[in-house]
């Protein structure tokens, strides 16, 4: 069996585990091994150059080393035919609810606000508010969504809801669906946090109009891709102190430019697209699980719905 990596990430992390998982597959990279494309059973992908996933004719899977798979879909030549799966990992999961339970408990803290006396010398100490009172709402209530609602219900933040394109039934989650909830969940939500896919329909979903349905003072925590926040009403939204401080992990244009604005607000925390980074040796296992699947005839799971966009 032949495995073709195409990734600009370094290929290292990969090759102990890929042998590990997959002993009898023959491994190439991209751009540095030669390889008949006919030859290509499996393609291992992290944002690929738009066209060059067209041109293996018997390959019988495409696995993308991610969970998001935006980048993937932009390529308007990508194969229709086969099953393009995306990455659902226990250790995405976990990395991410450990970003979104940091960042939930430092703006539910007030580190934020101590952060910012500390650099004049101020001793103002505020009041505490309760777990269970704080109203924490997750849109995209997916895998990495449902996750991170869990690791903060075991904290004790009882007020969470989630919104979604279907409804859940999910003991001690509220659960909000479909566009015609979405003002009623922002209403509700102080502290709101965004692991939705990139696609057409969330491209843009928290403009001005959408922001301004929060509750004043309101935090955001992005996370899921920069295409879902319109940045420019962000900013305007953080002047006037309708939403009191973000943590963006994800950026319309990434990597982002050092000229843009958010490096030097104070309510604006950076991070550079690490909130959960994939990890090869978990990802390896359940590639080769899906490589097995398919090889039994069977499809592998979290084949991604190209209608859905996710
Ligand atoms: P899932 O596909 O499991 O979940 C996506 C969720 O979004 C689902 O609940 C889905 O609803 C909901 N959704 C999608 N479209 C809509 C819509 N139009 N209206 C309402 N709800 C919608 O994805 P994951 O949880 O695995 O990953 C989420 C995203 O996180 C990825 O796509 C990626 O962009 C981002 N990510 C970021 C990382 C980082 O390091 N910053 C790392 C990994 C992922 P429903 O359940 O009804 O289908
Ligand atoms: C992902 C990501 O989608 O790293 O997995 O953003």
């Known amino acids: 069996m032949n495995i073709l990596y195409i990734s600009d990430l370094p290929f290292d992390p990969w090759v102990k585990p890929l042998h590990r998982y997959l002993p009898d597959a023959d491994l190439f990279v991209w751009g540095n091994d030669d390889i008949d494309a006919a030859d290509v059973d499996y393609i291992l992908v992290w944002k690929p150059p738009r066209g060059v996933l067209k041109n293996f004719p018997n390959a019988k899977a495409i696995f993308n080393l991610g969970a998001g798979v935006d980048a ?32 939930v408990l430092h703006f539910h803290r007030g580190m934020h606000t101590y952060a910012q006396q500390q650099r004049t010398g101020d001793w103002t100490p505020h009041g505490q508010s309760h777990t269970e009172k704080r109203r924490v709402g997750i849109l995209g209530l997916g895998e990495l969504g449902q996750d991170a609602a869990h690791a903060l219900l075991m904290l004790g933040f009882e007020n969470i809801a989630g919104w979604s394109r279907s409804r859940k039934e999910l003991p001690s989650i509220e659960s909000f669906a479909g566009a015609g909830e979405l003002d009623d969940f922002l209403a509700r939500t102080e502290i709101l946090v965004c692991l939705l896919p990139n696609t057409q329909e969330t491209n843009g979903l928290l403009n001005a109009k959408t922001l301004a349905k929060l509750p004043e003072g309101a935090f955001i925590i992005n996370s899921g891709r920069g295409s879902l926040l319109d940045e420019d009403d962000l900013i305007a939204a953080l002047k006037a102190g309708h939403i009191k401080a973000v943590a963006l992990d994800v950026f319309q244009t990434e990597p982002l430019s050092s000229s843009h604005a958010f490096w030097k607000m104070e309510n604006v925390f950076v991070t550079p697209h690490i909130a959960s ?34």
């Open 72 to 103: 993937l879909l932009q390529d308007p030549d990508l194969p229709t035919d086969i099953p393009i799966v995306r990455l659902v990992d226990p250790r995405l999961s976990s990395s991410m609810a450990e970003f979104i339970v940091y960042w």
């Open 277 to 310: 980074l994939t990890d090869a040796e978990s990802a390896t296992k359940i590639i080769g699980e899906g490589i097995e699947a398919i090889e039994d005839g069977d499809l592998p799971h979290n084949v991604v719905d190209l209608k859905k966009g996710y």
